[in-house]
């Protein structure tokens, strides 16, 4: 049988998985490996699929690994995750909580809080935290110390409505007039935006963001949480990205079970 009917029958998968193994071996002659690079060039033109198919493979491989990685880090950093007085809504001992990776200016992240809204609307069994991960710039920035100072004014969920509702570009002007809109003091605010709680608030959200290995916003964590402390048996749902009202609603009836 001749050498190149061989590698079609067996060797040419091994070739495609494993194209180091081949590189490595030195027994083989310049003719013989420019025959077989010959070979997978001509069979991958012939069957385009193999390479979908390789994509997708490859694509799931790698979106099991962002949530085994993710679902170690909500455990191991679950005292930072779950705790929060500045940026919470809903029931504060809520046994499902829902946690919100966001910045102001994220587009995804304007059209999900009439989701999140809702769902603490219907649920009072849920507590949404809201991790302000402000990644778009200065104004974005900016938007997330006047929402953690609006919270030590008591009126965090009005700020951070009110900013999320602005269907422009954010800038100071823009920023500090929706603070007046919501009734903060404003001498108060400019004041408490450079506090140590807000920087603190910021810096701590960034480094949970690192350790989750998030690489934008939205992202989504929901977990069982009885009596407002996380479940360490149970398992997390981590979403990188936007998600249906049927999938947030599915993950939370999925952790109120499990917190039972």
């Not at 310049?30 to 198919?53: M, R």
């Not at 110390?145 to 919270?151: I, P, T």
């Not at 963001?209 to 977990?223: D, R, W, Y």
């Not at 360490?232 to 979403?239: K, L, Q, V």
Request: net charge neutral; proline share 3%.
């Amino acid at each position: 049988m001749k050498f190149t009917s061989l590698l079609t029958a067996g060797a040419l998968a091994a070739v495609m998985v494993s194209p180091m193994v081949m590189a490595a071996d030195n027994t083989m002659s310049a003719a013989q490996k420019k025959e077989i690079q010959q070979i997978v060039h001509d069979y991958l033109v012939s069957n385009p699929e193999v390479l979908v198919e390789a994509s997708q493979a490859l694509q799931q491989k790698q979106q099991q690994s962002m949530q085994d990685q993710a679902k170690t880090a909500i455990s191991a950093n679950a005292d930072q995750l779950f705790n929060e007085k500045l940026s919470v809504s809903g029931n504060l001992k809520g046994d499902v909580t829902l946690v919100e990776f966001f910045d102001y200016q994220c587009i995804h992240c304007k059209k999900m809080n009439p989701v999140l809204t809702d769902l603490i609307k219907k649920d009072s069994n849920l507590r949404v935290i809201y991790k302000e991960f402000p990644i778009f710039g200065k104004s974005s920035e900016m938007a997330s110390q006047v929402a953690l100072a609006a919270a030590m004014q008591g009126k965090y969920q009005q700020m951070h409505d009110a900013l999320l509702n602005i269907d422009k570009r954010l800038d100071e002007t823009i920023i500090m007039d929706a603070a007046k809109s919501v009734g903060l003091d404003m001498g108060k605010l400019k004041q408490d935006m450079a506090s140590k709680t807000v920087t603190d608030a910021l810096e701590a959200n960034r480094k949970l963001a690192e350790k989750m290995h998030l690489m934008g916003t939205p992202a989504f964590i929901v977990a069982a949480t009885p009596a407002g402390q996380f479940k360490a048996d149970s398992e997390p749902a981590f979403i990188p990205g936007a998600a249906s009202v049927d999938v947030l609603q599915g993950l939370i009836t999925k952790a109120t079970a499990a917190g039972k």
